[in-house]
């Protein structure tokens, strides 16, 4: 398909997951999953460890059979026996790759193995994932980030329609995330692929997704576009003072909601408090408990992530 049709067809579905189950044996590890990604999008698959992103992938992938749901991949259905989707999906698990030869001669493997003829290929993805200057080193002394790269290059080397990418982030530096990020922009944005990538990151994920989902225990739990995320991140007041008792007094008359925390602090999450914190300043001071800290905090993704999935950070 060329570069032009690809781009016809976006806003149709890449991937469509319905009602998926998958037990093993009496342990049910997917549980009525549903979702569906866009042709162009970047969608980011988000679990805690052992939440069921690898077995999602490998049922997409036909590589498990389901127990019981339908998938599909590009309008097809996925069963055992279609082989015809691996010409346009391309796969990253694990950087695997022949330690003793170099960068080139691993793609140039990987390139026969997709059935790929166009010895350019192989040229091509290096300079599309910056392995160029590396093509001679054995795949062994490539760096962490290098030999993720060629992971990706040789998911890449068929021109897929659809990337899978299982954890690829994971271990990269930040200029390595970058970079990764721009490459799969340019994927999505100029060539029309969508991509699927997994992390237990939410912090990585939204450096590189266009739209996120949740998983947990087997289940989708949240959609999310990444746009959204942002207002959706839940904001506190923090605040102490030098009379712990009188200032309770004082939020309690004024009818303020609080919580204790461990380290003595007042935390405050009513709209009221939050939006306005100069107004609760105020009348402390006019109640002569004037504040020694007043902050209005911002919870982080992987408190969002975690406040979303119902735990508590550092609790299983
Ligand atoms: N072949 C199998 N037989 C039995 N249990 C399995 C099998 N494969 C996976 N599981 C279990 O299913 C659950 C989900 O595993 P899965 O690998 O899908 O999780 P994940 O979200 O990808 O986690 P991770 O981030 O650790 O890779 C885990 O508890 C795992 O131990």
Redesign the pocket.
Known sequence: MSIFSRQNSRGSAAIQIQGLHKN?GE?K?LNNLSLEVKRGEIFGFL?L???????TIKTLLALLKPTSGQLYMLGEKIDAGNYKLWDKVGYLEEATFYPDLTVSENLDIARRMQGVSDGESVKRVMGKLGLEPHKKKKAKHLSLGNKQRLGLAKAMIHNPEILILD?PINGLDPAGVAEIRNMLDDLAGNSGVTIFL?S?LLEELSKVATRIGIIHKGHLIQEMEMGKLEQSLQKNLVLAGRDAKALKGVLKEHGYEFEETKDGHFKLTASQAVENPERLAELLVKANQPPTMLRVITEDLEGYFLRTIGMVRGTN
Do not use: L, M
Request: hydrophobic residues 20%; without cysteine.
């Open positions: 093993f342990y590890v679990g460890n052992g939440a069921g992103k690898t077995t954890e997994s237990h």
